[in-house]
DNA sequence: ACCGTTCCTGTTAGCGTTATCGGGAAAGGG
DNA sequence: CCCTTTCCCGATAACGCTAACAGGAACGGT
């Protein structure tokens, strides 16, 4: 009974390891490895005796230990741009959700600039602390570079990247939802749509674009040309302006929430009426948007789908398999009060 | 030149080790390992050797081995409700920054239930894979009862928590940020101010309803039954309703952007003018509340000096010193259009 | 020439866990 | 009753790294 601690809880010195559990339990260390990681390998018995010596002396294993050995951590790697901003936030959060179930814990790199170099950088601090796998959430063109120089013994999925990448990739169909939303415009009569777009360089911003323009060809409508903004409600408040000055303008398809924010306060300025004036349609579904004024239409992201299927590509990935390479979560309208039939001059 | 590699970058059979490196160096691992930690115990010219064997091999050292033996992982544990949530995304977001700049690396523990069970448990779960510290992101009452529960051999400091709990805190002053609020309306004429705060179990709904009552008492002006909402867009519009329904209410103090958007919505549909009518205050300064309706004026949170903070703090009580104990950053109000001088009638 | 320092490098011994092999007891089959 | 199989458990040897000590060379001062 001499052991590390004697049984009435008083702090140990030092924390117990394998060893001073087998010696109280009296068995070997080998027995209770087995009790811990295949319990139906001991006989009941023993198995309980081994319990409740771990329980006695509050004994948790050494992760580094069973990791050098193991050659696995049990730490999966994030590498994301910005957290702070809705999509990639939500999209980390139900990485981590998913990821705990299956006994996952995750460390993150947020990323402040956008580019190979940073990119590599976040895998490496990740890898260096041996993960076992990385979810790369870098939703810009510029991150496709950095797909493709990985180290080629890391398993790595990424989320919203553009296509021909040599890594599965898990997203939401940002082409869909724009068609969804331009069509939903059409649909109340606007003679065409214009759009607002994000950032050139944005990977959703594109597959938006393209959902949107492919639309209006389709139709055979005018094809205005995009206005691109940077995601702000500031740029979106200025770049609303223009739109709003032309007379022309009835239905407005914006590239997120929070510049159609912006939209909707320049319409107002101007002395535009939404929706009798002009229609707007945002991107995201943020949980504001059904009480902006007014409440917003808007294409509605499942990031926890998008997440959980970025987990199971990676799980695959790091067992060994080569399968599927890309899923496509589908969009959802959610027809509010932004946008209605134009009013015949 | 029989190693692992030959000097072609061609893919290795096996990760390189340090006594690989060695081996090609021709010195022993003890060397390869100074000049990884302690670089100028090491002869310039033997360094050089080393290091290029290093590239040349693509040595990456293994973090499990050498946690092993130094007893340190390089890694701090976060854990936190809700990341989806401005403040803490955003305090995260600081906190990983603030760490990087260390050489420390974030693992994540996100909490869907705020209870004592479930901060242990996540702070179990970061502790079973040695983080060297833990900062707790939980601004709950409930959680005060997790933080006095710990491991004590672990450090840990929390980010928003109540008074009286054993461990150190850095946080916004939530008490001052609703004086100033208040005082910013007092001083534009109105007769007193509502308030519409958080829910009754959230630390800052409680600072911030203190620091509201605390002028109003100063200053002899009567206390309106404070509101709860749960900070969220729709309770806002809900319980702004009633505050619209009510003619002598002039100015509201909101707990948060969120629920001040609700508020604006109600009032405008109850055909009150905001400055005109009312004026609304709210707290967060979240990206989009400049582009509100009207624009709103509200109390900015600096959760990057807060990351700061709990990361130093962390750094303290990881080095074993029982320093300063709390750190309250000071917010700033931000003036916009939402509020204004009564219009007497 | 000698001795004490300083500088540089190597040897040894773990850190705490699991893989692997092997052996004894118990169970099953003839 | 013997032989095979199954079930449990233990001894040993890694895993890749660094702490601690030790020793040789070079250097300075006397």
Chains 1, 2 share one sequence.
Not at 17 to 22: K, Q, T
Not at 55 to 63: A, C, H, K
Not at 124 to 139: C, E, F, K, N, Y
Not at 228 to 239: M, T
């Amino acid at each position: 009974m001499a052991t590390a601690s004697d049984g009435g809880g008083r702090p140990r010195s030092r924390p117990a390891v394998l060893g001073d559990v087998a010696a109280l339990a009296g068995v070997s260390a080998m027995t209770v490895s087995r009790v811990l990681n295949t319990p139906d390998r001991v006989r009941a018995e023993t198995r309980a005796r081994v319990l409740a010596a771990v329980r006695e002396l509050d004994y948790w294993p050494n992760s580094a230990a069973r990791q050098l050995v193991t050659g696995r951590s049990g730490v999966l790697g994030v590498v994301s741009i910005d957290t702070t901003l809705y999509g990639p936030a939500s999209t980390l959060y139900c990485i981590e959700q998913t990821a705990r179930l299956s006994g996952y814990t995750v460390s993150i790199a947020s990323l402040s600039a956008l580019n190979r170099r940073s990119i590599e950088e976040g895998v490496h601090r990740l890898r260096s602390q041996s993960v076992d796998g990385v979810i790369i959430v870098a939703p810009h063109e510029s991150a496709a570079d950095g797909l493709r120089h990985l180290p080629p013994d890391l398993p790595v999925v990424a989320v919203d990247a553009g296509e021909h990448i040599p890594v599965p990739v898990a997203m939401v169909d940002q082409r869909a939802g724009a068609v969804r939303a331009t069509r939903h415009l059409l649909s109340l009569g606007h003679e065409t749509v214009w759009h607002l777009g994000g950032p050139a360089d944005w990977i959703d911003a594109s597959g938006r674009i393209e959902g949107w323009k492919s639309v209006l060809e389709a139709e055979g409508r005018p094809v205005p040309e995009p206005l691109r903004g940077d995601w702000s409600p500031r740029s979106g408040h200025q770049l609303g302006r223009r739109l709003a000055a032309d007379p022309s303008v009835t239905a407005v398809f914006v590239g997120n929430d929070q510049m159609a924010l912006g939209v909707l306060r320049a319409m107002r300025e101007a002395g535009r009426r939404v929706p009798e004036d002009v229609s707007v349609v945002g991107f995201d579904d943020v949980p504001e948007s059904a009480y902006f004024w007014p409440p917003l239409t808007t294409v509605r992201q499942d990031f926890r789908e998008v997440g959980r299927h970025a987990f199971h590509l990676l799980l695959n990935r790091m067992a060994g398999e080569d399968g599927e390479t890309r899923r496509l979560v589908e969009p959802d309208l959610v027809v509010r009060e932004s946008t209605g039939s134009p009013k015949r001059a």
